[in-house]
């Protein structure tokens, strides 16, 4: 009672700071609350005649109706799977990225910056186009090379051992550039008494990396490592269908939760599976953020998120 | 301290819930009244109909259709459909036309939202028809046709009706246009000629391989066969091969045309396929069909620019050949049929218009759906626009359009009611409608035809099939992968996905509809 | 002295080295594209996509720009919808941000799962659809393709992230000397803040700008269809460009028909703008960012 009193006394003492954050609360209210009404779709059998909300219950059908074809668990794996190595590859390439940066003057930065980062101005749909100058059968540019060489020319769009690489080759060359950014930001912001006093003691390069850049980096890594997890069952729907041009020889690498529900409503409409997919999706990943941000907690307070 | 932080953002979150959900029964009750009130309304305005013709309420009737983007000068047309409609109904026309590929889904949020419209375009392969009705999207018209659309109940046959009906009512208006299926093939007339192929001459697939293999020798950059993910040669071809559709074109399950026994078979299982699969993959391996078939959605562009020798038509109309012709980049083409005349459920319901539930006058909507086919000039207008500026009549009393006018929908006139009330475009002969409706006429009915499968008892079955068609169907029936390989993968996964029970599901359907009919 | 030099132009050397070549990865592809967009149709079937153009033409440009009116309509409404969502997001997400940035303030932890919460709690599209159409009614109007896309979580917590980095002192001798929360936070807050607000501010507009989803869902009028939408609608079909070829009419030289490059060219006229924005941008971006670094 104390605890609450106290928390309205510091909220009115601080009604400027909640007058600033109303405006976007209210945004989500709007946008994101109040559609979470939707939750009870995947429970219902839509009947449009009687509207979402009088429509019948039936409980866990159609998650069962969902789970009875082996796809969704295929769908799921392919998620999780892609999205981990995305995960990985990104942090990876852009962290070195970023530090290989902040080594550098400004105008070398502003090159290879605009450089990085141009890739991610471009949607989906261009960079399916791209990916298919590289990989059209006929006149693509890797099979102008493999046949250059002598090899056989590849069927790409129908041979999906590649596909895992291609994907990631494709969410690296967009989102490596972004994530560059943010990191070297995050770099630029690191008090630089820090680095001269090393540079004082004699600390090469790679130890000023190991002991000021990444841990101080550290929280930002945390932050959007776990924003990811949190999505790790959702996917960038565009790469996953364009980028494959919805091939179905490769469905069983590049077919993902999203693609599966989108395809599933398209050949078989039906509200209550694609519900029963999204709130299966939202639940699971909720559930790990959860837990990651548990285990963040007991390594390291200071990076939780909550 | 973090545990009540936590708590509080709890008791933060179950308030916002409990907010949300007070908003939501608000919705719902708005969403009740709104859903009683239109029933209502529906009772009134068709008594006030009834009564009173001349006096009623004026009247916004919104309609949509699957006709490629919404075209730029559809509020001139509109503004003089509405001039007519305003005289005889009192009512006004929106027109939506949303873009071919988006109106799927565009259909689903627009129908599960419950948005108002009147009138939309269904068929069985796009905003499905079946879905629709079995989830309540549609009106039953029975009554409402009786009533208000004499001129529809008149010119429309009544096999037509039989085709639509779920569960013995209709729910949508069939458009009245081709309706009997044959499968064609379109060939540039230029290519045969030179290569001595007389198109006529075609009884099974392997007589297109010499011509194709000519053209692939003689003409640098021309595909012979112009196969895409949207034009397979498979389902392109099962009139030919003697099949007919059950539940959908992709749906395993067919009977033989013909066959009075009306066993359900899977077609994928057949010889036939197996079949057709060989060859069609002798013809990728060999360069006949693009490499990237698979992933190519049309060829439309290619067609245009005449890199395209020959595809398989699918249906075949009267005076198929103009609109082929330009298709094929104005290069002269055979459009020659190579299988019988059928009429089938599904080509039947392959061109319908359905009134929505949430309409708030359906008696309106029908009333003016009936108009589309009585009076020639709405359906001109509609469908060509205005004349000397979207398009301009000849001296022999053909019509052309105008380039770049902004208005045409001379392509999708199949969409709008009576196709029977078209002006002839230039090349077309006057006799084309005539035609097409003793085709229409003389064909075979399918032994199923007027039977239409109720998906419910299998549902789970049909979706799971369904997902393993569509993951193998466009590989195999391009000719992309090894039949020899990938088909038993394919059989066997919908072995796995319970096409057993999905067969016997629809074998037992039939035999009831048959009982039921006394066929 | 003169071995921590050498040591230290090898490591940048081979920096160098490492992000000249993923550069180059990431711009010859966009080159491919323009260079195919300039190619002539048929020497693109003859000899394949290639670096530089066998055979230069410009056709398929004249064929997109054959009816221009659609594509500066659209043009239109993607740079008005970028520019005020742009601004809009920007100040919305900023103001946010900061609120949940301040750790002195009780609520801002909770205001951060709200926040947090909406980004891993999706109930999918329907009922969204269903708000913006029934209850809105905000569809075929420019607001729908900018209101649903106004708070982001994810650019709030990298906002977040930014402004948390700002020393709390800062702001309590604002208060000191009477300044209020609003006051400081456009007084002191933003002006500090530029490296934060030109990166997210430059990710709102390219979210803007790359849009087709809100326009599919929501457009109905060919008058506010966005550049991108019309870009996916010809990917899917290029006689969208000029649906009259539909009709049987054929006075213009169908032969010629740009498959292949016209679509090129109009990724190269969808993501072309932004590509020469960027720059300008990044000007600001580079100084607001040295800024941010020497405050520390």
Not at chain 1, 201 to 224: E, N, R, Y
Request: with cysteine; net charge neutral; proline share 4%.
């Amino acid at each position: 009672m104390f605890k609450k009193n106290e928390l309205i006394k510091d909220t009115i003492k601080n009604k400027g700071l909640l007058l600033l954050a109303i405006p976007g609360l209210l945004f989500l209210l709007a946008f994101n609350y109040l559609p979470m009404v939707g939750i009870i779709i995947p429970f219902k059998s839509i009947d449009f005649a009687k509207g979402i909300i009088r429509s019948d219950w039936v409980g866990f059908n159609n998650f069962k109706f969902l789970f009875s074809s082996g796809d969704i668990i295929r769908a799921t794996t392919n998620t999780i799977i892609s999205n981990l190595l995305f995960i990985i590859a990104t942090l990876i390439i852009s962290m070195a990225f970023a530090i290989m940066l902040f080594d550098m003057s400004r105008k070398a930065v502003k090159v290879y910056q605009t450089a990085l980062f141009v890739p991610y101005f471009l949607s989906w749909v261009v960079i399916s186009y791209i990916v298919y100058i590289f990989l059209n059968p006929d006149m693509g540019i890797l099979n102008q090379f493999l046949k250059a060489f002598g090899s056989e020319a590849i069927n790409w769009y129908s041979e999906p051992k590649h596909w895992r690489f291609i994907l990631v080759i494709a969410s690296l060359w967009k989102n490596a550039g972004y994530y560059t950014i943010l990191y070297y930001t995050a770099l630029m912001g690191i008090d630089s008494s820090y680095f001269e006093a090393s540079d004082i003691d004699g600390a090469t390069k790679f130890q000023q990396i190991k002991s000021i850049s990444i841990p101080l980096l550290a929280p930002l890594i945390m932050l959007l490592v776990l924003l990811q997890i949190g999505r790790i069952f959702f996917s960038d729907f565009g790469l996953f269908y364009f980028i494959p041009k919805d091939s179905g020889a490769l469905y069983p690498v590049t077919d993902v939760i999203d693609t599966f529900v989108f395809r599933s409503l398209k050949n078989n409409p039906d509200l209550g599976m694609t519900a029963a997919a999204g709130l299966y999706q939202t639940a699971v990943g909720f559930i790990l953020v959860i837990v990651v941000n548990k285990i963040t907690k007991k390594l390291n307070p200071d990076l939780a998120m909550f | 301290m973090y545990k009540s932080k936590k708590s509080k953002a709890l008791t933060l979150t179950a308030g916002l819930l409990l907010l949300v959900s007070l908003v939501l029964s608000g919705c719902g009750k708005s969403n009740s009244t709104a859903d009683g009130s239109s029933a209502t309304s529906v009772a009134s305005s068709t008594q006030q109909a009834a009564t009173t013709q001349g006096t009623l309420e004026p009247y916004e009737i919104k309609w949509y259709i699957d006709a490629g983007p919404q075209q730029a000068d559809i509020n001139t047309v509109q503004e003089a459909l509405n001039k007519q409609l305003e005289k005889s109904i009192n009512a006004t026309v929106n027109i939506v036309s949303v873009d071919f590929g988006n109106y799927d889904q565009k259909m689903q949020m627009v129908i599960a939202s419950g948005e108002k419209f009147d009138l939309c375009f269904t068929a069985n392969w796009a905003n499905n028809y079946y879905q629709n009705v079995n989830k309540g999207a549609f009106l039953p018209l029975d009554d409402l046709l009786n009533q208000y659309a004499p001129t529809i109940n008149e010119t429309l046959p009544k096999i037509g009706w039989d085709a639509a009906k779920v569960k013995g009512k209709i729910y949508a208006i069939p458009n009245y246009q081709i309706w009997a299926m044959t499968n064609d093939i379109v060939v540039r007339k230029d290519l045969a000629d030179k290569y001595k192929f007389d198109p006529k001459t075609v009884t099974k697939l392997e007589d297109l391989t010499p011509f194709f293999e000519n053209v692939k020798k003689g003409e640098q950059g021309i595909t012979p066969n112009g196969v895409t993910k949207g034009c397979l040669p498979w389902g392109r071809t099962l009139v030919m091969n003697g099949f007919d559709e059950i539940a959908g074109r992709d749906v395993p399950g067919v009977i033989r045309l013909g066959d009075a026994d009306t066993k359900v078979v899977n077609q994928f299982e057949s010889e036939e396929f197996k079949n057709n699969l060989k060859i069609v993959r002798d013809w990728y391996e060999k360069g006949y069909i693009r490499k990237d078939a698979a992933t190519l959605s049309d060829m439309e562009a290619d067609k245009k620019a005449g890199k395209v020798a020959f595809q398989f038509g699918g249906n075949y109309s009267p005076g198929a050949d103009v609109g082929g012709k330009a298709q094929f980049g104005g290069n002269d083409v055979y459009d020659v049929p190579v299988s019988k005349s059928y009429l089938l459920t599904s080509s039947i319901i392959a061109t319908m218009t359905a009134v929505s539930k949430t309409s708030e006058d359906p008696a309106r909507a029908v009333m003016f759906y009936d108009l589309l086919f009585k009076d020639k000039t709405l359906y001109n207008t509609l469908t060509f626009g205005i004349e000397n500026k979207h398009y301009k009549t000849n001296s022999d009393g053909t019509i052309e359009m105008i380039k770049n006018s902004g208005y045409d929908y001379s392509g999708c006139g199949w969409e709008f009611g009576n196709q029977f009330n078209a002006k002839f475009l230039k090349g077309q002969a006057s006799n084309i409608w005539d035609e097409t409706v003793k085709l229409n006429n003389s064909a075979e009915g399918s032994p199923i035809l007027g039977f239409s499968f109720d998906p419910e008892p299998v549902k789970t079955e049909l979706a799971n099939c369904n997902s393993v068609v569509s993951e193998y169907s466009i590989m195999l029936e391009t000719g992309s992968v090894d039949p020899d390989k990938k088909l038993p993968e394919f059989l066997n996964k919908l072995k796995i996905a319970g096409v057993d029970k999905l067969l016997a599901e629809e074998q037992k359907q039939i035999d009831q509809w048959k009982k039921d009919n006394g066929k | 002295m003169r071995g921590k030099i050498n040591r230290i132009s090898i490591t940048s050397i081979v920096f160098h080295l490492v992000l000249s070549i993923f550069s180059l990865f990431c711009i010859i592809p966009i080159i491919y594209i323009v260079s195919i967009s300039l190619t002539d149709e048929n020497s693109l079937s003859l000899y394949g996509y290639k670096l530089v153009p066998k055979l230069v033409s410009t056709y398929a440009y004249q064929f997109v720009f054959a009816s221009p009116k659609q594509v500066l309509t659209s043009y239109g409404v993607t740079i008005l919808v970028t520019a005020i969502g742009s601004i809009l997001s920007l100040l919305v997400t900023s103001m946010l941000a900061y609120t949940m940035s301040r750790r002195d303030f009780k609520l801002s932890k909770l205001i951060s799962f709200v926040v947090f919460f909406t980004m891993i709690f999706n109930t999918g599209l329907v009922p969204w659809y269903i708000l913006i159409v029934r209850y809105y009614h905000i569809n075929n109007t420019l607001l729908c393709l900018i209101l649903p896309y106004v708070i982001v979580p994810w650019n709030v917590f990298l906002m977040k992230g930014f402004l948390a980095d700002i020393p709390l002192a800062l702001v309590e001798s604002a208060k000191i000397d009477g300044s209020s929360e609003l006051n400081t936070f456009f007084k002191i807050i933003i002006p500090i803040s530029k490296p934060a607000l030109a990166t997210v501010g430059l990710f709102c507009a390219f979210m803007y700008w790359n849009d087709w989803w809100l326009g599919m869902l929501f457009i109905e009028k060919q008058s506010l269809t966005p550049l991108q939408l019309m870009l996916y609608s010809i990917m899917n079909n290029i006689t969208y460009l000029s649906s009259s070829l539909q009709s049987g009419n054929i006075s213009i030289d169908v032969s010629k028909m740009p498959n292949e490059t016209a679509r090129m060219a109009m990724c190269v006229l969808a993501a072309g703008p932004m590509l020469f924005v960027f720059p300008f941008f990044q000007k600001f971006f580079i100084r607001g960012l040295t800024v941010g670094a020497v405050k520390g």
